[in-house]
């Protein structure tokens, strides 16, 4: 006899011209699993192959936005596909690298815990809303490892000293922290509110203007090409040094993400 199927990690609705991929495995603190990855990519799939979809946006159920990779589960491999090899990006790099550059505005509602590399999933995002809950921490350096994934994505909002020193320090910063350090656009009182004002604001952007100026973007501040592949081995380097071992074995099992 067979148990019950898991339940889907990622809820899609939609709205007027909006997806909202709501991360759902509150249990697990929506931490980062190879499930999780599957479905956020496919969640900007299907944005983006609906030519009426303007805005996707990410939102949590629970008390975590996202709480960072699940290391209860096997070392992350590099993504399947023609690129697939030991120098490879890893689908978590890979999926922050499409937020930005997909031409559907991306939104993060963070009304929870961002921490470690749900940090740099929000910080992908092209705007990020954070609610009066809202907290947001990269704790890696606490267990011995490097958020070489997310850093870029952090730095790029926040400027390279302050997403080191926010590292460094495990910096627990709130809504309003996040917002003074450039890590979240707008500290939102009224979370729902505030989203759908910033819904409106967008809808008077059409996809091919906003999907022009991201693309714009990312031509005037370019990424090194070799920069995701060289930022999944620094994890992974990390990850399976056994002298970092002693330090994640602290972690209790339960918060086992990072």
Not at 119 to 139: H, K, Q, S, Y
């Amino acid at each position: 006899m067979t148990g019950a199927p898991a339940a889907a990690p990622v809820a899609l609705s939609r709205s007027r011209g909006v997806l909202h991929a709501l991360l759902d495995a509150p249990g697990r603190r929506n931490a980062v699993t190879p499930e999780l990855l599957d479905a956020l990519h496919a969640a900007v799939d299907t944005a983006e192959a609906d030519p009426g979809c303007r805005v996707l946006v990410l939102s949590a159920r629970g008390e975590h936005f996202c709480a960072g990779t699940d290391l209860t589960a096997p070392v992350p491999e590099p993504a399947a596909g023609p690129a697939a090899g030991p120098e490879a990006e890893l689908p978590y790099w890979t999926l922050l690298d499409r937020l930005t550059r997909t031409p559907v505005v991306t939104v993060a509602l963070v009304e929870g815990r961002a921490t470690a590399g749900g940090v740099g999933l929000a910080a992908a995002c092209d705007l990020v809303l954070a609610g009066p809950g809202a907290r947001f921490r990269l704790t890696e350096a606490l267990v011995g490892l490097v958020p070489a994934m997310a850093l870029p994505f952090v730095a790029r909002r926040t400027g390279e000293q302050r997403a080191f020193t926010a590292t460094l320090l495990a910096e627990d910063l709130d809504a309003a922290a996040a917002v003074a350090a450039g890590l979240a656009d707008l500290h939102a009182g009224e979370p729902a509110q505030a989203l759908r004002r910033t819904l409106v604001a967008l809808s008077r952007v059409d996809r091919s203007t906003a999907g022009a100026l991201k693309t714009y973007r990312s031509r005037l501040f370019p990424r090194d090409a070799r920069l995701g592949r060289d930022a999944g081995r620094v994890f992974l380097d990390r990850l399976t040094d056994p002298a970092v071992q002693p330090l994640l074995d602290r972690i209790p099992t339960p918060e086992r993400a990072v």
